[in-house]
């Protein structure tokens, strides 16, 4: 195995690990915490598996590093309002150059960027939106020095980082509460687009120990091939490892009446 460079990591839970390459250039993450020397998988640089490794073997470590982290986004977020607010206050020479566009990596175009990927994921908008006339005459319109991205840009990074984000922000919730966590279910159901394509969806909900009730939808997702019962409580089975949720404990499946559904709804106990 290689090391990997930590200093490209962003997430402060790499203190805690040292990031290697397998000999099948696979991403893993060696546990440095005492003797432990645990291999973790963190596919695609994910840091998921990393946060359950902490809670499960060192929860002193897991409890420092999400509050280490949480600090650290509360900072981040502060310096950048800060330089939004600088950014306002124009300089004269600005004033000239209005014809000028910025670069993508200025962090007024960033924070429209962010801001557009936003709009086209939480609208359903095709990618191609942002290629439009009526769109680019509205930015222009709006913003003269910012140079509207390609379609690829947003479905290439801007759209899955923005995903990644939301993710694993829901995810840092979700393990701090399942600390305490009693039982949880699922909602589910399958759909098909007018164009025929088959979907599944899975939704999250428990009782939090603060007895707040918690609704968090985790995956919409293609569902091809035949929708046996079988085929559903694989999909199940597959959503529960991705979020590496707890077996543990209780799970519950709210659906409707449909036969395969209830045929596995009633076969539950193999994934418990």
């Known amino acids: 195995m290689a090391d990997s460079n930590d200093g490209n990591c962003r997430s402060i839970v790499w ?3 040292s990031r290697q390459k397998t000999n099948g250039n696979r991403n893993i993450g060696i546990c440095k915490i005492g003797t432990c020397k645990l291999p973790v998988q963190c596919p695609t640089g994910a840091t998921t598996g990393l946060y359950a490794h902490l809670r499960a073997a060192h929860p002193k470590a897991h409890k420092k590093c999400v509050a280490r982290n949480e600090e650290n986004c509360k900072r981040k977020l502060a310096e950048q ?3 939004n607010k ?8 600005d004033l000239f150059n209005k014809k000028v566009h910025w670069s993508s990596s200025h962090p007024n175009a960033i924070a429209i960027t962010n801001s557009v990927g936003h709009m086209l994921a939480l609208d359903m908008l095709p990618y191609d939106f942002v290629e439009g006339r009526g769109f680019k ?3 222009k319109l709006m913003e003269p020095q910012y140079l509207v991205p390609s379609r690829t840009t947003f479905s290439r990074s801007v759209v899955p ?10 995810a840092n919730e979700i393990y701090r509460d399942f600390e305490d966590i009693l ?10 687009l007018r ?4 979907f599944i969806y899975f939704c999250l909900s428990y009782v939090s120990p603060e007895f707040e009730l918690k609704t968090f939808a985790l995956e919409n997702k293609s569902f091809p091939g035949e929708h ?20 543990t404990v209780p799970i519950y499946v709210l659906r409707d009446n449909g036969s395969n559904i209830k045929k596995r709804h009633e076969s539950l106990t193999i994934i418990l």
Do not use: H
Request: charged share 35%; with cysteine.
């Open 81 to 83: 309002e800060l330089k």
């Open 228 to 247: 046996t019962g079988e085929s559903i409580l694989e999909s199940l089975d597959k959503t529960i490892d991705n979020w590496e949720l707890p077996r």
């Open 183 to 192: 039982s949880y279910s699922f909602t589910t159901d399958l759909w098909t």
């Open 195 to 198: 164009a025929q394509d088959p």
């Open 161 to 170: 980082e923005l995903y990644c984000s939301v993710k694993q922000k829901t």
């Open 86 to 93: 600088n950014k306002k206050q124009s300089k004269v020479d």
């Open 15 to 17: 203190e805690y690990f």
């Open 137 to 139: 005459e509205l930015m």
